[in-house]
């Protein structure tokens, strides 16, 4: 068996390499996925540069060792997880800005810088960076860039992939490929970047990117609109979509979503509360108050049992408190919280919702769904107090989720809106695309990574024996 570790601890130095016996080997092996089945890596190595990175892949080719790269490790689909008998990359000390500038609106920066702290050094210099994954605090632009990652404000401002302008990769065998521009447009030849982006490490590793930037808005505000029923929030987000409302946020949760934060909340939410859109909108401070107005009046005028506004920041974060309380009071209060993210056509919201609570009712699980009503994309989350160990409670919960799915895709929807693919959704991706596209990409893959050692097994099905014979 080929002692991976101690190769590359004589590469490295034995700082980059986290081996067998060390305490810390199976965080590695861990990430924020639902349910996911574990086991270590046969080690983990902590590069600090593109060299390093390029050295990684070179030798792990050589010995035929799979490799998973990792981010933050705050992935949700188990997409860095490592494969039997394989390593994991991880970019978390590539943490450099190395360059951000006002004039060409532009940041370039290594992966592992935590995006929250890419928004803070953007906004100091009046520039925005919107992508704002739920995990902003922790998760990193190189893992955000692997899963083209979303978040509320996506609604506006469109998806990582759109920020993405420019990457360098160090692919399998460990050859360094630099792709993309800087400048604001450009279509030379392919879009390799745009191609690389949201493929979960299988194509090779992130070392660094060239990232777009936007002058920062003016001002925000922000409105939390309480309704009894979820049908009165729908019509009401509908009603402010045909009068041309663009929002940079448009958030929705469920009465489920508001009892588990309501005992936390500072905001006492009225007793009959059924349903809660949470809006944000920006730009020059007069456009906004006219925003802001006709909010407030279609809210009222449909029947809201509350309407709450904020333009200070403070005011504006407590509003926001009860959306980022949902998460983590759920994973609180239930032993398996399988977080789907599932995504809608915008008018099919309201139907998935029902059909989510006919699920719960079939099979006797207890589910909460909010997100990001504005795309469609919708956390259905699937609870239970059982043993997540328990391989029947496993069945029981990926079944529920596979008819989550069933009903997702007969309303035109997708499975996953934001979080990936990973191993967690891969087996059930024939249920949305057919054996010839799953099998052009299963080509792509292997034109980056022809010896297939590039974090094998995620994101696209293996070929059934009846395709392949
Ligand atoms: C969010 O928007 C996360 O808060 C999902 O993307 C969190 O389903 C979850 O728990
Ligand atoms: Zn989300």
């Not at 998806?159 to 792709?179: D, N, S, W």
């Not at 996953?416 to 693919?421: K, M, T, V, Y």
Request: hydrophobic residues 40%; aromatic residues 4%; contains cysteine.
């Amino acid at each position: 068996m080929t002692d991976i570790a101690g190769i590359l601890e004589r590469e490295l130095g034995s700082a980059a390499v986290i081996g067998p016996g060390h305490e810390r080997l199976d965080d590695y092996g861990r990430d924020e996925s639902p349910l996911p089945e574990f086991h270590p890596p046969a080690c983990a190595v902590l590069v600090e540069s593109t060299e390093q990175a390029a050295a990684v892949l070179r030798i792990c080719k050589e010995r035929a060792v799979p490799v998973s790269p990792r981010g933050a490790g705050s992935g949700m689909c188990g997409g860095a997880l490592p494969v039997p008998g394989g390593i994991v990359l991880s970019t978390e000390r590539m943490t450099k800005i190395k360059e951000i500038d006002a004039g060409d609106l532009v940041a370039v920066v290594e992966p592992g810088v935590v995006t929250g702290v890419l928004q803070e050094a953007v906004e100091a210099q009046h520039m925005f960076y919107p992508p704002d994954p739920a995990s902003l605090a922790f998760c990193s632009i190189g893992g955000n860039a692997a899963t083209n990652a979303g978040g509320p404000r996506a609604f506006k401002y469109g998806v990582t992939r759109e920020y993405i302008l420019g990457l360098e990769v160090a692919l399998m065998g460990g050859e360094v490929l630099r792709c993309g521009r800087r400048t604001a447009k450009g279509v030379t030849g392919y879009d390799l970047v745009a191609g690389f982006v949201g493929t979960e490490g299988t194509f090779g590793v992130i070392t660094e990117l060239v990232v777009k930037l936007l002058p920062n808005p003016p001002a925000a505000a922000t409105v939390l609109a309480v309704f009894a029923d979820m049908a009165g929030a729908g019509a009401a987000i509908s009603a402010l979509l045909r009068e041309g409302l663009r929002p940079r946020v448009l958030e929705i949760a469920d009465k489920s979503s508001i009892d588990h934060v309501r005992p936390k909340s500072r905001y006492r939410f009225p007793a009959n509360a059924g349903a809660v859109v949470l809006l944000e909108v920006d730009g020059e401070p007069d456009a906004m108050a006219l925003m802001m107005e006709k909010i407030g009046v279609r809210c009222d005028d449909l029947g809201a049992l509350d309407v709450l506004a904020a333009h200070e920041p403070a005011d504006r974060r407590a509003l926001w408190e009860a959306r980022r309380l949902i998460s983590p009071s759920l994973k609180e209060a239930y032993r398996v919280k399988v977080n789907e993210d599932i995504c809608v056509p915008r008018g099919r919201i309201v139907e998935m919702i029902a059909r989510v609570q006919q699920v719960s009712l079939e099979t006797g699980i207890d589910t909460a769904v909010f997100g990001h009503a504005g795309d469609g994309n919708l956390h259905v989350n699937l609870l239970s107090h059982d043993d997540p160990d328990d391989p029947a409670v496993r069945t029981k919960m990926w079944a529920a989720a596979e008819r989550v799915f069933a009903h997702t895709i007969a309303l035109g929807g997708t499975l996953s809106g934001e979080h990936g693919i990973g191993t967690t959704k891969r087996d059930y991706m024939r249920m949305e695309q057919s054996e010839q596209v799953l099998e052009w990409q299963r080509r792509w893959k292997l034109m980056w990574d022809p010896s297939n050692l590039m974090n094998p097994g995620k994101k696209i099905p293996a070929r059934t024996k009846a395709c392949s014979e």
